[in-house]
């Protein structure tokens, strides 16, 4: 083992993940500590708490986890003394809670001393957990946030999103209302990624400026705390005998897109584990912003997660906020943002006409891919007149109960002609429902990708408006804006039928490719402890995705379909009736 090493760790629900990459990006290093097997002393289920809607996670088992994740390291023969620079990701919206003495706890960490836990979780914790991003518990707290700023669109468009569950200012308002001793013994309060940040450099770090973007507290265009946002939670305070709330935050976090170093390691971890002193320690961020980290995303750039849920990730310079899905400030590229839109119904939809299709066909292999596969393929299958979206769960994007609906619609108008409770059989339905899911992927990230003006419209496709959620655009900002490419991960990457018709659907122009790393989350800290180190010592830093694409080696990425604008001009014609046929769901 030779060479030079960056480190990145995934503090995720279940797990905390450090990979090691060498100056080729290559891992050379893994190791993961499973926090129901591996630390079963704190009871959690799938690394959490349950109660009703409350959940939550015992801060001092990721404590402890770090300790045990890089003492494996060592037991694996790992020369931890070559980690140049360590960066990492952690679930987003959490939030930790810090004691008065937690600084000089921090500060003074000694390897001669025990472990961190042993140091540290005593008394550095005024609450010994940390709201979960599953936690549903605080309603009432988003209602009162959202009714003080104006409600959820101006909410979004101040903060990236509307009100949630699982953001940290509404768990913060329900600490303050119903634990006010826990908030005031509260001197420091951090997000999950500065708490992993603040452990590793043995003081507190500010925020990470992309991840705080998660806490509906945050300004995005103003680049600072929201100051009606603060004086809400500050107004609720009973007491008012500790520190501000934004004193609490240390202050505004540190600024996202350039290589900002949060400090070195901690002595503690030089003489416990063998780190080098001087190794840097760049600011962690939130799980989905450094999974767009692990591939070379640049502006108008889409990545899609095709998993039991779709997740549509994408790069852009347009900060086109809505209720309906999240903007953050990018944490690599200036002036850009990362969009996040999350879909229900992914890959169990899909499932549920596979499985009825194989009863048809009497295929007897449970799990059978190959009929529903050559019926999506399968351009002699004509539904250029039919339409239809298929909920078995209640949906997210658009905001509607669980449904199932198929349309037949004029072609030239877009007009919904009628209802009909099936197609002419059900590989019409294979075929439909990978075109209807790719779609309303296309048609929500469209407003967030740079234009592309210069075709010809037709007076009426330029005088026609379509809505979308909250979006009432031209018709034309769909044929517009386009991804220059789009990147497909997740279990049903795997399926080259499915990945081929939504890549035609979204038409990027530049191709379509699929990743199958499986630690995107780790592998982005990893690639963001690289490039922030490589960049210190350049006089003109390199474009995050610039910098990945030079290095990514060959087979990280598999070209699945180039880009192609016929296949792409196909689905114009659907866009009308998508809009109707959701409207009318919603009314």
């Given at each position: 083992?030779?060479?030079?090493?960056?480190?990145?760790?995934?503090?995720?629900?279940?797990?905390?993940?450090?990979?090691?990459?060498?100056?080729?990006?290559?891992?050379?290093?893994?190791?993961?500590?499973?926090?129901?097997?591996?630390?079963?002393?704190y009871n959690?289920?799938?690394?959490?708490?349950?109660?009703?809607?409350?959940?939550?996670?015992?801060?001092?088992?990721?404590?402890?986890?770090?300790?045990?994740?890089?003492q494996?390291?060592?037991?694996?023969?790992?020369?931890?003394?070559?980690?140049?620079?360590?960066?990492?990701?952690?679930?987003?919206?959490?939030?930790?809670?810090?004691?008065?003495?937690?600084c000089?706890?921090?500060?003074?960490?000694?390897?001669?001393?025990?472990?961190?836990?042993?140091?540290?979780?005593?008394?550095?914790?005024?609450?010994?957990?940390?709201?979960?991003?599953?936690?549903?518990?605080?309603?009432?707290?988003?209602?009162?946030?959202?009714?003080?700023?104006?409600?959820?669109q101006?909410?979004?468009?101040?903060?990236?999103?509307?009100?949630?569950?699982?953001?940290?200012?509404?768990?913060?308002?329900?600490?303050i209302?119903?634990?006010?001793?826990?908030?005031?013994?509260?001197?420091?309060?951090?997000?999950?990624?500065?708490?992993?940040?603040?452990?590793?450099?043995?003081?507190?770090?500010?925020?990470?400026?992309a991840?705080?973007?998660?806490?509906?507290l945050?300004?995005?265009?103003?680049?600072?705390?929201?100051?009606?946002?603060?004086?809400?939670?500050?107004?609720?305070?009973?007491?008012?005998?500790?520190?501000?709330?934004?004193?609490?935050?240390?202050?505004?976090?540190?600024?996202?897109?350039?290589?900002?170093?949060?400090?070195?390691?901690?002595?503690?971890?030089?003489?416990?584990?063998?780190?080098?002193?001087?190794?840097?320690?760049?600011?962690?961020?939130g799980?989905n912003?450094?999974?767009?980290?692990?591939?070379?995303?640049?502006?108008?750039?889409?990545?899609?997660?095709l998993?039991?849920?779709?997740?549509?990730?994408?790069?852009?310079?347009?900060?086109?906020?809505?209720?309906?899905?999240?903007?953050?400030?990018?944490?690599?590229?200036?002036?850009?943002?990362?969009?996040?839109?999350?879909?229900?119904?992914?890959?169990?939809a899909?499932?549920?006409?596979?499985?009825?299709?194989?009863?048809?066909?009497?295929?007897?292999?449970?799990?059978?891919?190959?009929?529903?596969?050559?019926?999506?393929?399968?351009?002699?299958?004509?539904n250029?007149?039919?339409?239809?979206?298929?909920?078995?769960?209640?949906?997210?994007?658009?905001?509607?109960?669980?449904?199932?609906?198929?349309?037949?619609?004029?072609?030239?108008?877009?007009?919904?002609?009628?209802?009909?409770?099936?197609?002419?059989?059900?590989?019409?339905?294979?075929?439909?429902?990978?075109?209807?899911?790719?779609l309303?992927?296309?048609?929500?990230?469209?407003p967030?990708?740079?234009?592309?003006?210069?075709?010809?419209?037709?007076?009426?496709?330029i005088?026609?408006?379509?809505?979308?959620?909250?979006?009432?655009?031209?018709?034309?900002?769909?044929?517009?804006?386009?991804?220059?490419?789009?990147?497909?991960?997740?279990g049903?990457?795997?399926?080259?039928?499915?990945?081929?018709?939504?890549?035609?659907?979204?038409?990027?122009?530049?191709?379509?490719?699929?990743s199958?790393?499986?630690?995107?989350?780790?592998?982005?800290?990893?690639?963001?402890?690289?490039?922030?180190?490589?960049?210190?010592?350049?006089?003109?830093?390199?474009?995050?995705?610039?910098?990945?694409?030079?290095?990514?080696q060959?087979?990280?990425?598999?070209?699945v379909?180039?880009?192609?604008?016929?296949?792409?001009?196909?689905?114009?014609?659907?866009?009308?009736?998508?809009?109707?046929?959701?409207?009318?769901?919603?009314?």
């Amino acid at each position: 083992m030779g060479g030079t090493y960056y480190l990145g760790f995934d503090l995720s629900t279940q797990q905390l993940k450090c990979l090691a990459v060498d100056e080729h990006q290559c891992i050379v290093g893994e190791q993961t500590v499973e926090f129901d097997k591996d630390l079963p002393h704190y009871n959690t289920e799938k690394g959490v708490y349950h109660k009703g809607d409350i959940v939550d996670s015992p801060v001092a088992q990721w404590v402890e986890a770090f300790d045990l994740v890089l003492q494996r390291f060592v037991n694996a023969g790992f020369d931890l003394s070559k980690v140049v620079a360590v960066s990492g990701s952690c679930q987003q919206h959490g939030s930790v809670y810090w004691t008065e003495e937690a600084c000089d706890l921090l500060e003074s960490l000694q390897a001669d001393h025990g472990y961190l836990k042993d140091q540290l979780v005593p008394n550095a914790f005024a609450r010994p957990t940390a709201p979960n991003w599953q936690d549903h518990s605080t309603g009432k707290q988003c209602q009162e946030m959202e009714h003080t700023i104006g409600g959820p669109q101006e909410m979004a468009r101040i903060t990236g999103s509307r009100a949630h569950f699982r953001f940290t200012g509404p768990q913060i308002l329900k600490i303050i209302q119903e634990e006010p001793d826990v908030y005031e013994r509260s001197h420091v309060i951090t997000l999950v990624s500065n708490f992993a940040t603040s452990l590793l450099c043995g003081k507190f770090v500010p925020l990470e400026e992309a991840d705080a973007c998660g806490m509906n507290l945050y300004d995005i265009q103003e680049r600072k705390f929201s100051e009606p946002l603060v004086q809400l939670l500050e107004c609720n305070r009973p007491y008012k005998i500790g520190n501000s709330l934004l004193s609490k935050l240390l202050g505004e976090p540190m600024r996202a897109g350039s290589p900002l170093r949060a400090g070195t390691v901690s002595q503690y971890f030089v003489d416990k584990y063998g780190f080098n002193g001087n190794c840097s320690i760049f600011p962690f961020t939130g799980d989905n912003l450094a999974t767009i980290c692990s591939l070379p995303l640049r502006n108008n750039d889409v990545l899609v997660s095709l998993g039991t849920s779709t997740t549509v990730l994408l790069v852009t310079d347009q900060y086109h906020p809505s209720p309906n899905y999240h903007l953050f400030i990018h944490p690599t590229i200036p002036n850009h943002y990362m969009g996040m839109i999350c879909y229900c119904n992914g890959s169990l939809a899909r499932e549920q006409i596979r499985d009825k299709l194989n009863i048809v066909c009497h295929d007897k292999k449970p799990g059978n891919w190959i009929t529903f596969n050559e019926a999506v393929s399968d351009d002699n299958i004509s539904n250029d007149n039919e339409l239809a979206i298929y909920f078995p769960l209640g949906e997210i994007v658009p905001s509607v109960p669980a449904v199932c609906q198929r349309v037949l619609f004029d072609k030239d108008t877009g007009e919904i002609l009628q209802k009909v409770d099936q197609f002419n059989d059900l590989r019409h339905d294979a075929k439909n429902i990978v075109e209807s899911q790719a779609l309303s992927c296309r048609v929500r990230v469209s407003p967030l990708l740079t234009p592309r003006p210069g075709a010809f419209y037709t007076s009426i496709q330029i005088n026609t408006m379509v809505k979308f959620d909250y979006d009432e655009l031209p018709l034309t900002t769909y044929f517009d804006c386009r991804p220059e490419h789009v990147y497909f991960v997740g279990g049903a990457s795997k399926n080259l039928a499915i990945v081929k018709r939504f890549s035609q659907v979204l038409g990027a122009t530049s191709g379509n490719f699929r990743s199958e790393n499986p630690n995107s989350c780790a592998v982005g800290g990893c690639y963001k402890a690289m490039w922030s180190y490589l960049q210190q010592s350049e006089s003109q830093p390199t474009n995050f995705g610039l910098f990945l694409k030079e290095r990514l080696q060959p087979t990280d990425l598999q070209l699945v379909l180039k880009g192609d604008d016929n296949a792409w001009d196909k689905y114009n014609h659907k866009i009308v009736p998508l809009s109707r046929l959701e409207q009318a769901l919603q009314r």
